[in-house]
């Protein structure tokens, strides 16, 4: 089915477009319908079609301005057709500049209708129009199929992530890091790790074989996170004739193989059918986060953890966490590490292993609250996150005692500074640094340290200046960059890569999917064309 886009801010206008033909029988269907072009715009951003009719006169975005913006940034290569009540000469003039396919008056003749929609089949079908290259179908899939593991789909996503990927009745998510991707940025920039990320990619989509769409490039999209998500299904431990934990093993076994790392598996919790997956992921994000402080392991699973699997006693210790809270509230150093040192006392003394999931869910939300008290309008995913990424440091062992001591040093700055809310005039010195050095290895902890500032904090002031992380506030800049090069220069996109700092000409090519729609190599040949 061909997909169509319908916008008209006249409701009775839209729904005499959806009545006036048997849309499936001509091969569309109805991908969306909206009332402006603003909301058309974002829809695009995310989903393909192949046929958009839009008026011009509508509230917040014209449909003349829809056509501009999708065409001179890459957004939608889509078949255009103008529908107005204005017979206006000057309007067709500017709507065929920006290959607008037809311009029809009100009310849509339904002949007129069938005819452009024979066109459209047409040059879908002909040689002359170019298929649609692997690069983007496989980029359009996986944004699919990550909007599905976040929960942020509808049920044509989810039906295309369907036509590749089995639905189950048993189904869980599994992220998949290098070892060496939990080390700070002085150890490896992120081009290091980015081709590790890489590498574990490949070798996941390899050890799928025919079910290679289950692996996914980069879903958490977050900073410092260099994952690979894998969807397993029942059927693929059932076609290989294992167990689940069988499969995990030999899943991990064979990735470090590979690759020759040292790799972390963190297996969900099972949900019912692709539609729930969601559900999985967050677990698997939250192994992760449990990750620093356990022994260290190689596949963290859901299923192990310790209050469903423990016979021990399961105790709060309350005491002892409140205060070492109140130590890291108040930025009391020797206090912080003498309740530390009184906490895992505690721990041993009751009995218990380790720090156990109802001990860490306490400390989590204690810490988050604090930073909640601070900020009204602070992000609580954002803060768990930056626990998360804390929880990760040089030179101790994962889920020791001076691990956690320094992790809780460090937190504490971060909510000293969020505490005196100053910026120091550092995110103008990072815009400076970015517009400088956007080529080079900028990390938010090397920045902080250059401009003395909790980097923890720095990523929160760039939250809320920008609405988004450092991480994606460069990749932008370069891209922006990027633009520029591939419309002054021959530069070939390697080149072009290598230029704004990407050393990985794939995940270039697939940032630049991410912010204009369409490859490096497509936005300059569409850009040569408009003038």
């Not at 550092?426 to 050095?437: F, G, K």
Request: some cysteine.
């Amino acid at each position: 089915m061909l997909r169509v886009l319908l916008v008209d801010d006249e409701p009775h206008i839209l729904q005499g477009l959806k009545a006036l033909i048997d849309w499936n029988s001509e091969g569309f269907e109805i991908a969306a319908t909206f009332s402006n072009g603003q909301d058309a715009l974002d829809y695009l951003k995310d989903n393909r079609v192949d046929l958009i009719i839009a008026d011009i006169k509508m509230p917040v975005m014209t449909g003349l301005d829809l056509l501009k913006e999708i065409r001179k940034n890459g957004v939608s290569d889509a078949d255009f057709v103008i529908s107005s009540g204005f017979a206006d000469f000057s309007y067709a003039q500017t709507a065929i500049k920006y290959d607008c396919k037809r311009y029809i008056l009100k009310p849509v003749d339904k002949e007129v209708l069938l005819e452009i929609l024979g066109e459209v089949k047409q040059r879908n079908h002909t040689q002359d129009k170019a298929p649609i290259s692997k690069e983007m179908e496989d980029a359009y899939f996986e944004r699919d199929l990550i909007g599905v593991i976040r929960g942020k789909f509808d049920d044509v996503m989810l039906g295309r992530v369907l036509n590749k990927i089995s639905d189950d009745d048993i189904v869980r998510y599994i992220e998949i890091q290098a070892e060496e991707a939990f080390l700070p940025d002085e150890d490896r920039d992120e081009s290091d790790k980015i081709a590790m990320q890489r590498k574990i990619y490949e070798a996941a989509k390899a050890f799928l074989s025919d079910n290679e769409f289950n692996a996914v490039f980069d879903p958490s999209g977050h900073d410092n996170i260099y994952d690979v998500g894998f969807i397993y299904t029942r059927s693929l431990s059932v076609n290989m004739g294992c167990s689940e934990e069988d499969y995990f093993i030999k899943l991990h076994d064979y990735i470090r193989d590979y690759t020759n790392f040292d790799i972390n598996l963190f297996v969900g919790k099972s949900v019912k059918g692709l539609r729930n997956t969601t559900k999985s992921y967050g677990t698997a994000l939250r192994l992760r986060f449990l990750k620093g402080f356990r022994e260290k392991q190689s596949i963290y699973n859901y299923d192990d953890n310790d209050i469903k699997n423990s016979n021990e006693k399961v105790l709060i210790l309350k005491d002892s966490i409140d205060d070492f809270v109140r130590a890291v509230e108040d930025y009391d150093k020797d206090r912080i590490l003498e309740t530390v040192e009184k906490l895992y006392t505690d721990v041993r003394e009751s009995g218990a292993r380790s720090f156990i999931d109802i001990n860490i869910n306490y400390i989590v939300f204690q810490l988050i609250n604090l930073a909640a008290k601070l900020d009204d309008d602070i992000n609580q995913e954002e803060i768990l996150r930056i626990i998360s990424e804390k929880t990760f440091e040089k030179g101790v062992l994962r889920g020791s005692k001076e691990h956690f001591k320094q992790f809780a040093l460090e937190y504490a700055d971060y909510l000293s500074q969020l505490r005196k809310n100053v910026s120091t005039g550092a995110l103008a010195d990072i815009e400076r640094e970015v517009r400088d050095n956007y080529m080079s290895n900028l990390t938010l902890k090397g920045l902080g340290d250059k401009y003395y500032v909790n980097s923890a904090y720095l990523g929160q002031l760039f939250h809320k200046r920008y609405g988004c992380s450092f991480r994606d506030y460069l990749h932008n800049y370069r891209i922006e960059k990027a633009i520029s090069l591939l419309l002054t220069t021959d530069m070939k996109i390697y080149e072009i890569a290598a230029a704004v700092g990407y050393r990985d000409v794939d995940y270039f090519v697939n940032k630049f999917i991410a912010v204009k729609g369409c490859t490096p190599a497509k936005f300059r040949k569409q850009e040569k064309k408009d003038n």
